[in-house]
């Protein structure tokens, strides 16, 4: 007998044929000899009603109050759940998260589970009865004991947490689409489905838009090494597996608050080429990512900052012993380049031979603004200048000067209470057996915000990204530019990075009050983009994966407005109305779309 954890979203309690079905779902499982777990979002688009009365009455309605209201949608569709499986003749009981007893952190409207009191649970599984939990919903802790929830989405939160409190043998995930497919079906109807993809991945493509799975409840299955599966609930296929490395024994106190950060990386064999002034339209990074994969050299980190008048920076890092050739591929291409550029300014090559990489990594670090402010603010303390940043969702990276490498990872791992390791040289067997690409996401809802002539000197991220992080904003593709500006004889630099729009206008209003305070330039927010990624992890030991992308935009047309990699996904900004464009490209590019037809409730 094992003990299943099974959770149903909106679509498949959407009516109530629709919860009768799962009824029966549940039982057959019960049937096969197994205690149950039932995990239930609100009925359909429930949620969003809610949302929308509560913005008819309040622009910015009181947040206590908003969860309130939405953890009603929820209680509703445990009850005539567990009525569905009483009227079948299975013993059913329905709780909601208070009751079941999920602690949360009191942050409404995004707590975090603190831990999960499973005594009850327990004793209605061992009676027999299939307990049903209302998904999405807390409780703060005593003495309070509000009403609190996990933020949208978060029924896959609680699904998981609680196959991690329970132990249990799997939890299945299921909704309206047969899986994990390499992109929305309902933007590519040619996505096709994957068997299965790991953790890493997962967090990555969920975090880029691909809301099938949360990312904080793929967090905690990669944490805790829960065994999950998403599957359709309209079907009896079996799905995709999302495989989790063995994890590292961990207390279930705290459950989402474990340490933000597992280990510093370093990799002190990286060498930078940047191209400077190069032009801003289609096709330029294609040519140049192009050339480097034709010579069968490797890129690691490609950044490409915001575009002034009308050129654009690309600065990339390789090997050191493949830095002579890159250049070489960089100072043939910039002549060329220039042709293009009707204005007076000049490509120009710039590479420094001697930079090192310093990473922080963690499942943990998601949507904590925190984690990534610190460890620029530690690295300032630490007076080291930070060169590059990359971000993605379990990584942070930045490169620094060689000499500062031991100065950075030891300030580092202090701060951040972890040892530290270098990133292996030799890439893992995982990786080569991997797909380069698994999957290609789209995220229209993003703001872009840029900062002009921010000095550069240690500390400026540092305060900048803190000032955010105080105010809860998460940030994304974090990027400074590599051109170097003289103003007042002092050297500055922009740094551009984006949030969600839902938190573009006070980010805007943060950062432009610290420009101000601090003397930095003009603040620029631009809402009308979204975010293109590709993600899998074959692309570390793959030449060229980054070049197919940007040819596949290029061909298509599309100009791109950043470009920010971690070690296992590219993403590119380009214009709103071309983002559904440019995944459809992108997808196909890669040869992930297929034949089989993906069929979607509508
Ligand atoms: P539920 O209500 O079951 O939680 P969601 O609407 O939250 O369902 O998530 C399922 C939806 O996620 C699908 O209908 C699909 O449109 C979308 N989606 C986005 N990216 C992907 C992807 N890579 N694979 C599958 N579905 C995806
Ligand atoms: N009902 C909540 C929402 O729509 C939680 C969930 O479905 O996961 O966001
Ligand atoms: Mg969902």
Not at 11 to 25: D, L, M
Not at 407 to 424: D, G, H, M, N, W
Not at 451 to 471: S, T, Y
Not at 557 to 576: D, F, H, P, R
Request: net charge negative; charged share 20%; aromatic share 2%.
């Amino acid at each position: 007998m094992a003990l299943i954890v099974q959770k149903y979203g909106g679509t498949s309690v959407g009516s109530v044929e629709r919860i009768q079905t799962v009824a029966q779902r549940v039982q057959r499982t019960v049937a096969q000899g197994h205690q149950v777990v039932v995990v239930v979002s609100a009925m359909g688009k429930t949620t969003d009603g809610l949302v929308k009365l509560a913005q008819e009455i309040s622009p910015h309605p009181n947040r206590r109050e908003m969860d309130m209201l939405l953890s009603t949608g929820e209680q509703v569709s445990i009850a005539l759940l567990a009525m569905a499986l009483q009227e079948l003749g299975q013993q059913a009981i329905s709780l909601t998260g208070a009751q079941v007893g999920i602690v949360t952190e009191s942050s409404h409207t995004r707590a975090r589970i603190l831990n999960i009191r499973t005594e009850r649970l327990t004793r209605h599984l061992q009676d027999g009865k299939v307990v049903v939990v209302a998904g999405f919903q807390g409780m703060s802790p005593s003495p309070d004991l509000e009403i609190t929830t996990l933020g949208r989405g978060g029924s896959d939160t609680s699904a998981v947490a609680l196959a991690a409190a329970l132990q249990a043998s799997q939890c299945e995930i299921y909704t309206d689409v047969p899986g994990i497919l390499t992109t929305d079906p309902r933007l590519v109807p040619d996505a096709q489905l994957m068997r299965e993809i790991t953790c890493d991945e997962m967090l990555e493509l969920a975090s880029l838009g691909a809301k099938v799975l949360h990312p904080r409840a793929v967090e905690i299955a990669r944490n805790y090494g829960v065994p999950l599966v998403v599957r359709s609930s309209w079907s009896e296929d079996p799905g995709t597996r999302v495989s989790a490395p063995q994890p590292q024994p961990r207390s279930l106190e705290g459950l989402e608050l474990a340490h933000p950060v597992d280990a510093v990386e370093f990799d002190t064999n990286q060498a930078k080429v940047a191209l400077l002034r190069i032009p801003d339209c289609p096709g330029i990074a294609a040519r140049l990512f192009g050339e480097l994969a034709s010579q069968n050299l490797n890129v690691d980190l490609v950044i490409q900052s915001i575009h002034e008048g009308n050129t654009n920076d690309i600065a990339f890092t390789v090997t050191q012993a493949s830095l002579s050739r890159a250049e070489a591929v960089a100072t043939a291409i910039a002549p060329a380049l220039r042709d293009h550029i009707t204005n007076t300014s000049q490509a120009e090559v710039l590479v420094d031979n001697r930079v090192a990489k310093v990473s922080i990594a963690g499942a943990g670090m998601i949507g904590r603004p925190g984690v990534a402010a610190k460890m620029f603010s530690t690295l300032a303390a630490a007076g080291v200048n930070i060169q590059m940043i990359s971000t993605s969702e379990v990584k942070v990276s930045c490169t620094v000067d060689v000499e500062d490498c031991d100065r950075a990872i030891a300030a580092l791992c202090e701060a951040f209470q972890v040892t530290c390791s270098p990133r292996l040289k030799a890439v893992s067997t995982i990786e080569t057996q991997a797909p380069e690409v698994r999957g290609a996401a789209l995220d229209p809802h993003q703001a872009q915000i840029a900062i002009r002539h921010v000095p550069d000197r240690p500390g400026m991220a540092a305060q900048l990204f803190q000032l955010l992080a105080d105010e809860g904003i998460s940030v994304d593709m974090i990027i400074q530019s590599q051109r170097c500006r003289l103003i007042h004889g002092l050297s500055t630099r922009d740094i551009a990075f984006t949030v969600t729009q839902t938190e573009a206008d006070q980010a805007r209003l943060v950062v432009t009050q610290a420009a101000t305070e601090l003397g930095w330039g003009e603040v620029l927010v631009n809402k009308a983009i979204a975010k293109v990624s590709i993600v899998g992890m074959g692309m570390v030991a793959a030449p060229g994966v980054a070049a197919r992308m940007f040819r596949a935009l290029a061909t298509a047309g599309i100009n791109i407005q950043m470009i920010a990699t971690s070690e296992i996904k590219i993403s590119c900004l380009v214009a709103e109305t071309d983002g559904v464009k440019a995944l459809q490209s992108v997808h196909n590019a890669f040869g992930l779309a297929g034949t089989e037809a993906v069929v979607v409730p509508a």
